[in-house]
């Protein structure tokens, strides 16, 4: 190997290739930048002047004898050789069937990708050739991308057939000079940077972080490595499109960028894109730079802007006008651009990558050596790249990380992109909104197959005739169970008729409210019926609540009649309610008729209002009729089928509408309710008795509840004490995968105790999701609609998304509310049109959710749980769940809190067997850093609310030592190091050790000047993604401690 001859600094692309190079060697899936092409050489090849050949276009060109050197200089720098030896290695794979030889070509290519190549090692490319027959030979280059791009690939390959050729002729090779790469390193120098820093400042303005990438991600953290997939467009079609681009005035590669914005849009949900997009570099005032050998290329953002009411071909044209303009200045790096913006520096600016590339391999044509094909292949760092290559047919090649996505949700995108180009191009006239990327076949699978739920029901019927009818088939059954008392389902019908004529006798009748004032108790049972029966629609009143909430239900709810117990507080005396007593009463209520009373309801009428949590403080009242309710207790028989010897426990307070389900759909089979006294729902212990004394068979747990009742009890414990139950239901809360590890681990150890998790908003009738979770199975998902349900997806314009995007889930059907008593403005807001349906209604639930592949729904989190911190969108319920999936996590909620003014951070609360550091160097490996949270609090348990969810507002602070002065000098020797050094290569003082690298402005390129400098310091090897992963002194001393 000869001398250095020259040195000199990196172009713009070579600075962050050498970057996520060095972060990324330590990842044995990761092959970034590795660049494989191969070409198929039809005729004879001789291998001995073929290598003559490349040895003199290697002489030629000095980038290709480069180094890089990072290390204990100022900045990275590069540095060629005078000469470098040079060999092709050789393979005989000609006695091998073409089968056997594919197979090999497969095997010999991972293998030499993963041979890698060190960047401060030369030579950085290898050619091989295989000779796979007589007159066939593969030639396979691999080389790194920090040497070339594509058009150089073109123009060296080209260079070595051409000087082969002559060679085997014996003519002299006079090929004209070759500038040096070093001519376009000096011409980026001598560029004005503060108009570069002017023109991306003011367009990146406002725009604070990347384009969010909303879609499935099942994968995470399972599958290494990255994928592609590569579609050819029909002759006919890119025929179709390049006349369309030709009438319109635009170029091809304006019109796929514009339909990859539009396709990032619809995804993200949001209007304002920013995608990178490479461009070619070569500068046009920079002589003989169209045939120069080295990476000029640039990856730069770009940012897109849409609006629906625009057309299609006036919102192309101002990106192809864009495009015009942004070319003077892309001879910037992507670090310098980023610093220029408002994104964080340790994000990235952006997710997905645009590449259009047109590279044709040139040279002297010869009838005994032909080109018959050529083939390359690459990885990039980014998470999702587009690479487009016109030609006779448009190739579409999306290259993507495996551990974001999966081939299913490639193609989907593939399909998507083509769909929209197809649509975009139907006409001249075309407007942005009247383009959809769903395919007819999807269309159909999200609208009507998946919500395929008809069925006939007793749409007509009523709760209280049903229960009627189950009286006459068993009188002498037991219909509930309260302590030490029970009822027969002939007892229970008399009771409640005796007390629906009373009710009548008072003015009750069809849609009068009647307030309903108790504690769980077969009391409460009759009452319930005997306003159903008098006409009457019930309004609990629960008496946990404090007197403000009661007063207010009764006064919004114009309740005149109140039914009560003895032991009620007199809390309801006034001339304007008639309080019903059922104990003070009873004389006067048995002399009633026993016989069931002519009501004059219909299916369609009120059956309860249930009040509500409402985001202005005041709860509001949700209208349910009974049809809506025989639906759902039909679908739960059908479902779930109960028999006479099935005991359901009531434990939901009434005030909820969970309590409906478990109230009446046992009396309309002929089982039995089981009632847990007032205040058992939140004692483990009462509830394990309940169960075991009346052997309940079915139980409901909120997830909070479910996950203290699994802790209560050791596995021997539960099971002797609910060895009857066989079924229970969850629902109200996100039901997480490690609650249901637990539960599979303690209760269903034995496969004989099933789990289904239900989804439902009160405005829906109880619940319209339902999952069933088998044994071993810990993913979790909201399920598929109950019978006569219809479930959508749709983005902020009611449009529906995709499967595996996020969106809004609607809900429509026969479940849906009449509405909010006395709220005809809040009704129309969340009860709207629905857009596929003539005349029919849609509940928008509020709630971010995303269909999976299999018709199942998964619940992301409330859409008022998304928050922006610094610009970024935060998604509160990723966090729990990435939590939760942790083993030594059993529950997590995160939450945003500004404890001091102005100052936001992400506080996560845990009830865990680890530690602090275990639980975020655990998130450091799931999410990105500005989702991992900023202090953690552990509990010993989470606050519930009287219904056993969670109560997030009751949540502490965290101490004061964690949100108290962070800028705490260095402690330790190691702390005191690192401060140092980043002082020195940040230009910084007064460094705290809680201060972040990032946020005192540090990048991607001075961080491989901190972890060089950190390496000869403490004489260890520091991998550069560490201090991406512990971004303070305080964290990266403590790793770095572990590490000596």
Not at 339 to 349: K, Y
Not at 406 to 419: A, D, K, V
Not at 515 to 531: N, W
Not at 605 to 611: C, D, F, K, N
Request: proline share 4%; aromatic share 10%; hydrophobic share 40%.
């Amino acid at each position: 190997m000869g001398d250095v001859i020259d040195i000199y600094g990196l172009s713009p692309l070579q600075k962050g290739i050498l970057f996520h190079t060095l972060y990324d060697q330590d990842d044995e899936h990761s092959f970034s930048y590795i660049v494989q092409v191969g070409f198929l050489l039809g005729g004879q090849l001789d291998i001995a002047t073929f290598e003559k050949a490349w040895e003199y276009v290697i002489h030629r060109h000095e980038v290709l004898r480069s180094v890089f050197v990072w290390e204990e200089v100022e900045k990275p720098l590069q540095a060629v050789y005078q000469r470098l030896p040079f060999t092709i290695h050789q393979e005989d794979w000609s006695a091998h069937s073409h089968k056997e030889r594919a197979k090999k070509l497969q095997l010999f290519l991972n293998a030499d990708r993963r041979k890698r190549f060190l960047l401060d090692e030369a030579p950085l490319m290898r050619v091989t050739a295989i000779k796979e027959a007589k007159e066939e030979t593969r030639i396979i280059w691999t080389h790194h991308h920090i040497l070339l791009d594509g058009w150089s690939v073109s123009l060296v390959f080209s260079e070595v057939m051409e000087v082969y050729l002559k060679m085997i002729r014996g003519e002299l090779l006079n090929l004209p000079k070759s500038l040096p790469y070093k001519k376009y390193i000096q011409w980026i120098n001598k560029q004005d940077q503060s108009q570069a820093e002017e023109f991306w400042k003011e367009e990146l303005k406002g725009f604070y972080a990347p384009t969010p990438l909303a879609m499935e991600r099942k994968n995470q953290g399972q599958e290494k490595g990255y994928g592609e997939c590569v579609y050819q467009v029909s002759e006919e079609l890119t025929e179709n499109l390049q006349e369309w681009v030709r009438n319109s005035r635009l170029t091809l590669n304006t019109l796929v960028q514009g339909a990859w914005a539009y396709l990032m849009s619809r995804y993200s949900g949001e209007s304002d894109i920013v995608f990178g997009v490479t461009s070619s570099g070569r500068p046009t005032d920079l002589m003989g730079a169209e045939n120069m050998v080295g990476l000029f290329i640039n990856t730069l953002p770009t940012r897109i802007r849409l609006t629906d009411n625009t057309s299609v071909v006036d919102w192309l044209r101002k990106i192809q006008m864009k495009e015009m303009e942004r070319r003077q200045y892309e001879y910037n790096s992507l670090i310098d651009i980023q610093g220029w913006s408002e994104v964080p520096r340790n994000s990235s600016l952006f997710h997905t990558l645009y590449v259009f590339e047109n590279y044709p391999i040139q040279g002297e044509r010869n009838e005994d050596l032909r080109l018959l094909d050529v083939k390359s292949a690459e990885q990039t760092n980014y998470p999702l790249t587009l690479i487009v290559m016109p030609g006779k047919k448009i190739t579409l090649k999306l290259m993507y990380d495996r551990s974001y996505f999966n081939e299913g949700t490639i193609n989907r995108i593939q399909n998507h992109l083509l769909q929209i180009l197809i649509q975009m191009t139907k006409s001249l006239d075309s407007k942005l909104f009247e383009i959809t990327h769903l395919t007819a076949e999807e269309q159909i699978l999200l609208l009507e197959e998946w919500n395929h739920t008809q069925v006939n029901y007793s749409a007509e019927g009523m709760i209280h005739t049903i229960f009627e009818e189950q009286v006459k088939k068993t009188p002498e059954a037991i219909a509930a169970i309260y302590e030490n008392e029970q009822i027969t389902y002939k007892e229970l019908e008399k009771r409640a008729n005796q007390l629906a004529h009373y009710l009548q006798k008072h003015g009750v009748g069809p849609e009068s409210l009647v307030g309903v004032y108790m504690g769980r108790s077969l009391q409460m049972m009759i009452a319930l019926l005997g306003i159903l029966k008098s006409g009457a629609a019930y309004v609990p009143l629960d008496p946990t609540y404090p007197e403000s909430r009661l007063r207010y239900i009764l006064e919004d709810a114009g309740i005149e009649v109140l039914v009560t117990e003895e032991n009620s507080k007199n809390l309801f005396v006034s001339e304007n309610i008639k309080t019903i007593c059922m104990n003070k009463d009873y004389n006067a209520i048995e002399k009633e008729k026993s016989t069931p009373c002519i009501s004059g309801v219909t299916g369609e009428s009120l059956a309860y209002v249930m009040y509500t949590s409402g985001s202005t403080g005041n709860p509001k009242g949700v209208m349910i009729e009974h049809h809506s309710v025989i639906n759902y207790l039909e679908w739960m028989q059908h479902k779930y089928p109960l028999s006479e010897k099935d005991v359901v426990l009531q434990k939901t307070p009434f005030s909820f509408d969970v309590s409906v389900w478990e109230l009446f759909w046992g009396i309309h089979v002929g089982a039995s309710v089981s009632f847990l006294p007032p205040g058992g729902e939140k004692d483990p212990s009462i509830i394990a008795e309940v169960i075991k004394k009346h052997q309940v068979t079915i139980v409901q747990f909120v997830p909070s509840m479910l996950s203290v009742f699994l802790d209560h009890f050791n596995r021997i414990e539960l099971n002797m004490n609910c060895s009857s139950v066989r079924h229970v239901f969850s629902g109200g809360e996100e039901l997480s995968s490690g609650l249901v590890r637990r539960f599979q681990q303690k209760w269903n150890y034995s496969g004989q105790v099933k789990l289904t998790n239900f989804y439902g908003p009160t405005e829906a009738t109880i619940y319209v999701n339902a999952f069933d979770i088998q044994p071993n199975e810990e993913f979790v998902s909201i399920g598929q609609p109950i019978q006569n349900t219809q479930l959508y997806v749709l983005d902020q314009n009611q449009r529906l998304q995709s499967i595996g995007i996020e969106g809004e889930l609607y809900i429509g059907g026969a479940g849906l509310a009449r509405g909010y008593l006395n709220r005809p403005n809040l009704t129309a807001e969340k009860f709207v049109s629905h857009p596929f349906r003539l005349g029919e209604r849609l509940y928008r639930t509020g709630d971010s959710v995303r269909y999976l592949t299999d018709g199942n729904i998964e619940f992301i989190g409330r859409m008022d749980h998304q928050v922006k911190m610094r610009g970024f969108r935060i998604e509160l319920g990723e966090i729990e769940a990435t939590l939760e999936k942790c083993s030594f996590i059993k529950e997590a909620v995160v939450l945003v809190r500004e404890d001091r003014p102005g100052d936001q951070r992400l506080v996560a609360y845990v009830i865990s067997d680890g530690n602090t550091q275990e639980w975020k160097e655990y998130l450091q490996n799931q999410l990105p850093n500005h989702m991992i949270p900023a202090h953690f609090v552990e509990l010993e348990h989470f606050p519930l609310t009287p219904n056993g969810k969670i109560d997030r507002k009751a949540l502490p602070a965290p101490d004061d030592q964690a949100i108290g002065d962070l800028n705490v000098l260095p402690r330790t020797p190691s702390e005191e190091l690192i401060a140092s050094v980043w002082g020195q290569v940040l230009g910084v003082g007064n460094i705290g050790i809680q201060d972040s690298f990032f946020e005192r402005g540090g990048h991607s390129l001075l961080a491989t000047q901190i972890v060089s400098r950190l390496q000869e310091l403490f004489q260890i090897k520091i991998p550069l993604r560490e201090l991406f992963k512990h971004d303070t002194v305080a964290a990266l001393a403590k790793r770095v401690d572990q590490l000596r």
